[in-house]
């Protein structure tokens, strides 16, 4: 095998549905039951995995939360087991896993730069060189010789990064890093990943944030309920996993009739004079509630693209009558490339109670121009700052 | 790339996992982890000695009061034969290795557990967590050798040059050691409540072990079967032998003992590779 060569070959991984139980109790519960013939308490986290990757390529594992991500991660980077199948990987592992860097949190920022070096098979010169680097990527100066424990998340995140990225890995394992940070580190993170797999490190990124899967991986794969849902180019795999999030949300109207104090009677969303809803024109969001009785609240619209957190929130007071109150937001200008997009509603009262939980209410299509694909290594997080008028009235 | 169309309900049964585990092979990424043993190690002394006298003092003063303790009162109520040797310093030899036992096997069984968060963040051979708690707990017990040399010079007597087999005890010391605390680190992930029935066997074995009085107090039949089951024994009596008595150890019963510690440090270290692939399950 090269170095930097992965191939996991038809994995499977299981868990106990009660893993946490861990006491005598339990296990001679357990054991009863296997006694009356019981099988049962397994559940399967992943199943038949295949998938290889070599120096250069760039993987991005996508998927809802429990869909297996995580579990396929530490099973590449060697700290868990799986139930059949195998594992092979070669050459010097760089793992960031769990966002709060560093191996021990006990030990100082310096001592986990060389233990890890230690641990994945450099030599304590060989650390020594790179260790400047580490601490200048991780903006960390004097704070190197703290420990870790002390460092606030930002920072935490910052070594981690460093160490896993800087201490030359053949494979580089990545877990969500890039939901938390600023967006300056972000950018520098996104660089040196990219000058990374260009230089030949082979990268496994494992996020549910699609726009940074797509910025910075080639191929994809879409992991859904442990199996292996599509893999290939990653705009083919991402693309795949939007297309069923949207067909999975479209009876997200069903559950919406059962939710909170206060209810939805009927949301729409309307381009100018009953047209079409077009790029950079306006549009209409209309939103009926009904509630039990009087009360004041605040409504939150949220306009997202496909299950992920909305792009942008807007929000007004709103006096409830008993019976059904109408509010109508009016953008002026719409900010949305071409594409189906999904209006969230949210009501809430002083105290940030929830009349009406935060909830997908109803999509719409918008035509326009396509949005224009970035090169790799830019990563689009589109934050957009809204002007709104409002009208409240009681019909 | 591609997406398999057919997935069965269980992976065939020849596909199963098997993972081969060689002593060779665990013990050179323990050498390549080294330097996170020692880091660990010093960690745990730095956290212990934060205040430097007092940090020293808590690893003497523990044993020494409990010598007192024993001499004021059990010795006192209870004449215990130590064949011509003050009490004081027939226990206290004895009392130093036990506890050196007794502290490792009672923190290292916890170090798995409290070090599962730092093991699922990358791979890290897992016996470096007992075995840095075993080094830390064996720094006390350097420590609280003070408290012998203290004793000699009160009593003004000489270690015997028998001492020249203490190495040998120390090793059988060792090989249970860390064969007990693989065992227990790696169970007690599973059944957590198992680390207080452990604190009670670990009473247990003060009592049952010779530290307050002599392994003559043993009826002579029943000495070999003792040691067996209990080879700290013959080890700690070896001890009280070498060093105060300037007699070898008791052979006959040593060198059974030695072999059942080593059979607990292959057991134990066997229980624990078999269950360490499930750590990250539970974490």
Redesign the interface.
Known sequence: MRRGELVVDRVWKRFRADRRRTLLRDELERLRARRRGEQRGWTWALRDISFSAGPGDSVGIVGRNGSGKTTLLRLLAGVMYPYAGKIELSGKLGTLINMSAGLHPDLTGQENIFIQGSLIGLKRKEIARRFDEIVEFAELEDAIRRQVKFYSSGMQLRLGFSTAAFLDPDVLLVDEVLAAGDAAFQQKCLARTTEKIKSGTTFIFVSHDLQSVEGMCRQGIWLRDGIVAAAGPVRHAVGAYRDWVERFEANYRDRLRKSGEARIVKMAVTGPEGNGIRSEEPIEIRTVVESPDQRQGTLYLGISEGPSRPIFVVHSELALQNGHTEARCEIPNLPLPRGRFYVWVGLFDKSGRDLLPWQPATEFDVTGPDLHPTPQGIVRLSPIQMSTAWEVDHP | ????AA??E???AD???R?RVSVVDSARELW?????VL??FE?QLR?RYKQAFLGFAWAIIPPLIFMVVLTAFVQKAVKIPTGGIPYPLFSYVALVPWNFFSSSVTSGATSIVTSLD???????PREVFPISTILSNAVDALISLVGLVILFVFYSWAPRGTSVWVPLLLLVQMAMTLGITFMFSSLV??????RYAMSIIIQIGLFATPILYGIDRIPHALRLPYSLLNPLAPVIDGYRRTVILGQDPSWGLLLPAAGMSFIYLVLGFRIFKRLE??F???A
């Open positions: 790339m591609s997406v398999s997935i069965p269980s992976p065939p596909l199963r996992y993972r390549q982890a080294r330097e996170f880091a660990l960690r956290a730092v093991m699922n963040k990358m791979y890290v992930v599973y059944l957590r409540d198992l692939t499930g990250s399950d539970i």
